[in-house]
């Protein structure tokens, strides 16, 4: 079979490609470029990112060890009007984006996958971990990954459910280690390379820069407690997240949180742990990579990629979705992603709107 590989220039994606060889597909490897080299001199990597030019280098030197053709993509336009504009855009609104998930929908099995296929590829893979299953109720379905040490399911539960039958993922039955030692076997000198973990279009994790050379003006505004009293200043509305207790400045005998970003006032408002724990909000724009009909679903849901999942109902009506968990989480965020699973199966996915205290 033809197969294009997502090369990232990373082990996950190495391994990817070589399985396939092995399992003696045709492989093509495609690697994406959105952003331009120079950006990483002017703005120096603090943490590792994706995308940048040494990953460039590294998906080059990976290719010719394994013997296979790499396709450079410039999906600069689209990367900026689709993932940039609408991480700026979600700030303005005081929500707390997610990239990431967007960028796996339109650019990586969006606009790279289109260019495979139309290449005559008749799969396109990756080196996420998740995995592509024939479910006996669902059909084909998204899974998180058998071993996985992190869930990449989540980051990928906005693809569309018909994209499902071109992908796959080789490396979603492996642990990590047994990538590195796979890619060590083979004489890859990526085997021990980072994961990326910031934003590959803010490579200094500087939001602060990145915002204000958008054009993005951030006032500073009260910190006030629920009874309205003022504890402190806040340095600009997007630098602060639901749920977060560091870097508050200000001082009380209680351990104090973010428990709301109010935009209209702009005023960040805090109190004790208990307040950040609700169990409803309402979600928007769902993905629902299974056939859904009106009405109550019982799931898991994931409102962050790190947390356990927990039990909820899914109330929908038409686009619109309200979730309930069992029991109150913490710091539901709006912007941010609900996804609902059952067991390792993802159902689907939407985005935070408002949470009802
Ligand atoms: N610039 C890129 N071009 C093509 N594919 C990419 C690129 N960046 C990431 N990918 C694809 O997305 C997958 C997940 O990338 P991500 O950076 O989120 O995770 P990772 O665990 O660091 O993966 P890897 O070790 O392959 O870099 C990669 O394995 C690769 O298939």
Known sequence: MKIGVAMSGGVDSAVAAALLIEMGHEVVGYHMKNLPDSLFE?????????????????AFRTAKILGIELKIIRLDEIF????????????????????????NDYIKFGA????????????FASGHYARIIEHPHY???????KASHKDQAYFLSMIKKEKLSKIFFP???????????????????VHQKRESQELCFIPDNDYRRFLSSEGIKLPDGD???????????HHGL?????????????????????IDIDTINNRIIVGPYEKTLKKRFTAAQPNWLIDIKDGELRCQCMIRSTMKPEKASVYSEKDRLTVEFDNPVSAITPGQLAVFYVGDVVLGSAFIESVES
């Open 112 to 123: 790279l996958m289109e260019k495979a296929l139309e290449d005559g590829m008749e799969l």
């Open 223 to 233: 910190i006030v407690d629920i009874a309205g009293n003022i504890l402190g200043k």
């Open 80 to 103: 900026r009007a689709r993932i940039i504009d609408y991480f700026t855009s979600e700030y303005k609104k005081g929500r707390t984006p997610n990239p990431c998930v967007l960028c």
């Open 139 to 145: 059909g084909i379905s998204l899974a998180k990954g």
């Open 171 to 189: 490396v979603g039955e492996l642990t990590k280690e047994e990538i590195r030692e796979k890619a060590k076997s083979l004489g890859l000198p």
């Open 42 to 58: 002017i703005v120096p990597e603090t943490k590792k990112v994706c995308c940048s030019p040494s990953d460039t280098f590294d």
């Open 238 to 258: 997007a630098f602060y997240t639901i749920g977060q207790r560091r870097g508050l400045g200000i001082s009380s005998k209680e351990k104090l949180y973010v």
